[in-house]
């Protein structure tokens, strides 16, 4: 949903794999933010439902694509069991368009452009506190939840074929928000 601060003028787009849940969590419970609409509703959603929506920050959260989607592969998000590696099969799968995640060649396609402020996963609670800190909000601490399966680094997972397969299928976002393999 998108998670709104009406006195801050403030919302929070949610991103699938990129903490989402926890942020969305932390922001109802330490900084009273109230849901309104799905989890992944987009920038036009909220300024339908509130005009004066356009004059707000829009904040989302971005992951590398290389580590979102071994992330959304250890979460369950292709069939078969858990283990092993992605193969290139599954991540051609993506080309489909037939992922809740993507559209084929974007991985960020729901918030990444409606955003004002976009913060990297990687830096996730200081990216956010800094959004709230600058709209008078007092930071949060954000919870673990929804660990995926994977154990050690995205970089394990792939070999030269899927590693390429990404690097070509998603070189937008990956220059876009600087990301690297």
């Not at 699938?16 to 609409?37: I, K, M, N």
């Not at 402020?117 to 996730?124: C, G, H, I």
């Not at 394990?156 to 899927?162: A, E, H, I, R």
Request: aromatic share 14%.
């Amino acid at each position: 949903m998108p998670y709104v601060h009406r006195g801050a003028r403030l919302c929070f787009l949610a991103h699938p794999r990129t903490a989402s849940q926890s942020v969305a969590d932390a922001l109802e419970e330490q900084a009273g933010f109230v849901s309104e609409g799905t989890h992944h509703a987009p920038r036009s959603h909220v300024e339908v439902r509130w005009p004066e929506a356009k004059e707000w920050t829009f904040f989302c959260v971005v992951r590398n694509p290389y580590d979102a989607l071994v992330s959304w592969w250890a979460k369950g998000g292709r069939p078969g069991p858990r283990l092993g590696k992605p193969s290139p099969d599954w991540i051609a799968l993506l080309d489909t368009g037939e992922s809740l995640y993507h559209k084929p060649g974007s991985l960020w396609w729901l918030h990444g452009e409606d955003a004002d402020v976009v913060t990297k996963y990687e830096r996730l609670e200081v990216g956010v506190n800094e959004v709230l800190e600058a709209a008078g909000l007092s930071p949060i601490r954000l919870p673990w939840m929804h660990r995926s399966a994977r154990v050690g680094s995205y970089r394990d997972y792939y070999d030269d074929v899927t590693r390429e397969f990404v690097a070509e299928r998603y070189a937008a976002e990956l220059r876009k928000w600087g990301y690297t393999f």
